[in-house]
């Protein structure tokens, strides 16, 4: 995982790219009225030094999980979905399991990233957007239709950072102030089947504050068929 969002860092683009199984349709809207279970939300926001060093900022983080979770209940209950939070089980034994999904879900990500997005192929996928994470996965939620995950990395410049910038273009030198990246993606729990994938990339966004946070929220959420 850090491999694929090391290469994204180096992409210059601000994009986000959306892909749906097959049989789903573009303005498809599977989940009117549907629980969809949120599994925590993978966050982190680091300070960018002027060495280049990302310092995790665990303040920071702490407030983009808030802003982010709140801009996800509110994009979805406008939807017409009922988001749920993820808790983990006192039951060891299911904990481990439900922990084994959700590590099989991360691994799924960096597959669908590196198939679609750099050119790793995959020999058995082709061009068809055809992931599972299999009938296991229902072991997150027994009442839940579907479930969302989101992974966000975000990094913001010092004003060291900043100043290094202003040489650099004095010299022809590019100098990198940060970069949003990210992937959500839905899965369908009766199934496992991934039925919507969504990469987020950008040179700006902010998770610092709600109102930017539900903006970068809404771009996370492009093309979700719900």
């Not at 680091?46 to 060093?53: A, K, M, N, Y």
Request: aromatic residues 6%.
């Amino acid at each position: 995982m850090l491999l694929v969002f090391g290469l994204l860092l180096l992409s210059a683009c601000a994009q986000t790219r959306h892909h749906r199984a097959d049989g789903v349709a573009e303005q498809a809207a599977l989940g009117r009225d549907a629980e969809v279970l949120l599994v925590e939300p993978d966050i982190e926001l680091t300070e960018l030094l002027g060495s280049g060093v990302q310092q995790p900022r665990a303040d920071w983080t702490e407030a983009a999980r808030v802003y982010v979770t709140e801009a996800l209940t509110q994009a979805f209950s406008a939807r017409g979905a009922r988001l749920t939070r993820y808790h983990e089980p006192q039951d060891r034994a299911l904990k481990a399991e439900q922990r084994q999904a959700i590590l099989l879900h991360e691994a799924v990500g960096m597959s669908i990233l590196l198939h679609r997005h750099f050119g790793v192929r995959l020999p058995s996928k082709g061009e068809h957007f055809d992931w599972t994470l299999g009938p296991a996965v229902r072991k997150l939620d027994p009442d839940a239709r579907y479930a969302l995950f989101v992974f966000i990395r975000d990094s913001y410049a010092t004003d060291g950072r900043k100043a290094l910038m202003a040489l650099g273009i004095l010299v022809g030198a590019g100098v990198s102030l940060g970069q949003q990246i990210g992937f959500a993606s839905l899965v369908d729990l009766d199934d496992g089947r991934v039925v919507w994938f969504n990469l987020l990339n950008a040179q700006t966004g902010d998770l610092r504050n709600p109102t930017d946070a539900a903006e970068s929220v809404a771009k996370l959420l492009d093309g979700v068929p719900l």
